[in-house]
């Protein structure tokens, strides 16, 4: 079945540095690709999405390009701020239908 | 244009008691699906409804259902709580489930706690 694979977290940066977690999944035909974010307390807000591929999803600074060849949607920032704190979440939806399959998740901490 | 919403936001049950769990999609939205979130088993996804039909299940046991209703609102039951049954639960909402330009947009989830 499908599945999605994230770069094992927590992850720790400081105030302005780049940032990369990385995601690569598993599926059959063409899947649309996500990335999710929750904050503390709070639910999953769509950051960018990808329906094809070459297809580059860009929201808030943050930019992910779908590579069919190498199966792979990574989360790129160039200069995070302590709001970008949070869980980012991968996600692929099969061809058809809406389910979404999420990786593990990735914790985030920005320091000042 | 007002969010998903989902009510209650914080519930506590014990043991074998049962839960009624609701969610309002975003207006015009007619696709409503359910996930779990556990810190061990991540985000599952349970049920998908879709004009009061259900188009899709996850691998949950027959204790968790689910309903839609004509205007869209969605619930689900769980029966027979167990202490594993603990979770944040999200509802997300979409306008034309299995389209490609389809996106699910989730509400604030409801954190069940099962004593």
């Known amino acids: 079945g499908d599945s999605v694979t994230q770069m094992e977290g927590p992850v720790t940066l400081s105030e302005e540095a780049f940032l990369t977690i990385n995601c690569t999944y598993t599926a059959t035909g063409y899947p649309s690709l996500f990335w999710y974010v929750q904050y503390p307390g709070e639910g999953l807000q769509l950051l960018l999405k990808?329906?094809?591929?070459?297809d580059k999803g860009s929201n808030k600074g943050f930019e992910a390009t779908y590579r069919k060849e190498t199966t792979s949607f990574h989360l790129e920032k160039g200069s995070v701020q302590v709001s970008d704190s949070a869980v980012y979440f991968c996600?692929?939806?099969?061809?058809?239908?809406?389910?979404?399959?999420f990786g593990e998740g990735t914790q985030l901490t920005v320091n000042p | 244009k007002a969010g998903v919403t989902q009510t209650p936001r914080y519930l506590i049950k014990t043991r074998g008691q049962q839960v009624t769990l609701s969610c309002s999609p975003i207006?015009?939205?007619?696709?409503v699906s359910w996930y779990q979130q556990t810190p061990g088993q991540g985000l599952q996804f349970l049920f998908e409804y879709f004009s009061e039909t259900q188009r899709n299940k996850g691998n949950f046991p027959g204790r968790f259902s689910g309903r839609q209703f004509s205007n869209s609102r969605s619930e689900m039951n769980v029966s027979t709580l167990e202490l594993g049954d603990s979770a944040l639960y999200l509802c997300?909402?979409?306008?034309?489930?299995?389209?490609?330009?389809?996106?699910?947009?989730f509400g604030p989830g409801t954190r069940l706690t099962v004593l």
């Open positions: 996600a692929l939806r099969e061809t058809s239908g809406s389910r979404l399959t």
């Open positions: 990808a329906t094809k591929a070459d």
């Open positions: 997300a909402s979409s306008f034309i489930p299995g389209a490609s330009t389809d996106t699910q947009y």
């Open positions: 207006s015009g939205h007619r696709s």
